[in-house]
């Protein structure tokens, strides 16, 4: 008895050839010339006339034929695929992460689901905002965000300052500099605030989906290794068709 993933390893096979088997048929029907024949004899008038050889052109294909063998390939494909999807609607498996069932008999169908939906989360996680690690950070309980420590900086202004670098004599005044001196003048106090995620909140859920992705892929697996019934369809389909 075949198992599920021996069917859906010749599935893509089987369906490819078919489809080259309905479009070579598909072609065949088109060309008039293939499915025509003739047989032509000449009698001359009197025994006197000019003798010639009959003529004739064999029917190279037969309608009913090119039915009958894409009917042939056709049941294959069909038998195939009744066989994976009634096998779908069987076969099943538990999820399990360390230990812990997390989804119990979930079917293949579901777990193919689950691995693409599983490889979105894994690609949005990774771009989840972080917290700067520059800064030390602290939930705030009034307000649910992250804050840093308060940081007291000094407000400066600039003022003028003159400085002589010549005193006045009687025959020049005196030769003046004006440059500015940064005065402290207040003070800043600034927390920051962010709503983004520790470093270690990201990885670890992270590592989490990254766990159930590989727990999927082995149930998938183990659901994929159930035994199946052979499905006899396409006889009935294609018997009832051209029968």
């Not at 037969?62 to 695929?81: G, Y």
């Not at 579901?110 to 894994?122: A, G, M, R, S, V």
């Not at 917290?131 to 307000?143: F, G, M, V, Y």
């Not at 766990?211 to 052979?230: H, P, Y």
Request: with cysteine; proline share 5%.
């Amino acid at each position: 008895m075949a198992k599920l993933n021996q069917i859906i390893a010749v599935e893509k096979s089987v369906k490819s050839k078919s489809y080259q088997d309905v479009t070579a048929a598909h072609h065949k029907l088109q060309k008039p010339a293939l499915l025509a024949g003739i047989s032509r004899t000449y009698q001359p008038k009197d025994e006197e006339g000019e003798v010639l050889p009959p003529e004739s052109t064999r029917v190279q294909i037969k309608a009913e034929d090119v039915l009958r063998d894409m009917s042939a390939s056709l049941t294959r494909l069909f038998d195939v695929t009744a066989t994976k999807d009634w096998a779908n609607c069987t076969a099943r498996a538990d999820v399990t992460v360390d230990g812990r069932t997390v989804l119990s008999q979930v079917p293949v169908s579901y777990l193919l689901f689950l691995e693409k939906q599983l490889t979105d989360l894994h690609t949005f996680v990774k771009k989840l905002p972080v917290l700067d690690a520059a800064e030390s950070w602290s939930l705030d309980p009034s307000t649910d965000w992250w804050k840093t420590d308060a940081v007291r900086t000094i407000r400066t202004k600039k003022v003028p300052r003159n400085h002589v670098k010549a005193e006045a004599t009687e025959k020049h005044p005196a030769q003046v500099e004006v440059y500015y001196e940064d005065v402290p003048v207040g003070y800043w106090t600034t927390v920051k605030f962010s709503g983004a995620l520790p470093a270690r909140r990201v990885n670890e859920v992270l590592e989490r989906v990254e766990r159930l992705q590989q727990a999927v892929k082995f149930a998938r697996e183990e659901a994929n290794g159930a035994e199946v019934t052979d499905q006899r369809v396409g006889d009935a389909v294609f018997g009832y068709l051209f029968g």
